[in-house]
T-cell receptor, first 111, second 113 residues
Framework: DQQVKQNSPSLSVQEGRISILNCDYT??????FLWYKKYPAEGPTFLIS???IKDKNEDGRFTVFLNKSAKHLSLHIVPSQPGDSAVYFC????????????WGAGTKLII | KAGVTQTPRYLIKTRGQQVTLSCSPI?????VSWYQQTPGQGLQFLFE???????NKGNFPGRFSGRQFSNSRSEMNVSTLELGDSALYLC????????????FGPGTRLTVL
């Protein structure tokens, strides 16, 4: 049972344009969502997070949007840069599971 | 603060052997999680330790075990290695009292021949 889904295995975007990475979840108890970026042979690096009490969080070029009714979150990167090429994972946690992170399968972004 | 460190970074073993991987969390972090990453599979949760106690466990066979010491350092052990155990093993630490954000080490690349 995949509770967190990233349906696009890969995404190609031109430099300077907007990259939009999507993530869907099924568990309505999730109250905290995170995005991580991963380069090959390295551990994931925390990028940005959002609590379920918000619908948007912004940090520089990165913005995460949360649509609770649709159980959908997205990461926007504007403008996209070559160094953004990496695998992006979304993750979610819920109080009932001791905040164990549930991960999506990742989306490979190619700029 | 120093980041999460994992040793060794690379390891080659043969089937049937056992292996122990080590993780030192960020100073002050009491929670440590372990993940397995194989190509195309994302991060598969192995287990999580908090204050020397296993708090969560993923769906891995009993050949995968772990422990945490009083200084929060953690070890993961895999016995009777199989070819399918070849993967990048990642350790993450976080301060559960202040955030849900986990910080990852560089991982240990295990190759089973």
């Amino acid at each position: 049972d995949q509770q967190v889904k990233q349906n696009s295995p890969s995404l190609s975007v031109q430099e300077g344009r907007i990259s939009i990475l999507n993530c869907d979840y099924t568990n309505s108890m999730f109250d905290y969502f995170l995005w991580y970026k991963k380069y090959p042979a390295e551990g994931p690096t925390f990028l940005i997070s959002i609590s379920s009490i918000k619908d948007k969080n912004e940090d520089g070029r990165f913005t995460v949007f949360l649509n609770k009714s649709a159980k959908h979150l997205s990461l926007h990167i504007v403008p996209s840069q070559p160094g953004d090429s990496a695998v992006y994972f979304c993750a979610a946690s819920a109080p009932a599971s001791n905040y164990q992170l549930i991960w999506g399968a990742g989306t490979k972004l190619i700029i | 603060k120093a980041g999460v460190t994992q040793t060794p970074r690379y390891l080659i073993k043969t089937r049937g052997q056992q292996v122990t991987l080590s993780c030192s969390p960020i100073s002050g972090h009491r929670s440590v999680s372990w993940y397995q990453q194989t190509p195309g599979q994302g991060l598969q949760f192995l287990f999580e330790y908090f204050s020397e106690t296993q708090r969560n466990k993923g769906n891995f066979p009993g050949r995968f075990s772990g422990r945490q010491f009083s200084n929060s350092r953690s070890e993961m052990n895999v016995s009777t290695l199989e070819l399918g155990d070849s993967a990048l093993y990642l350790c993450a630490s976080w301060d559960t009292l202040s955030t849900d954000t986990q910080y990852f080490g560089p991982g240990t690349r295990l190759t089973v021949l």
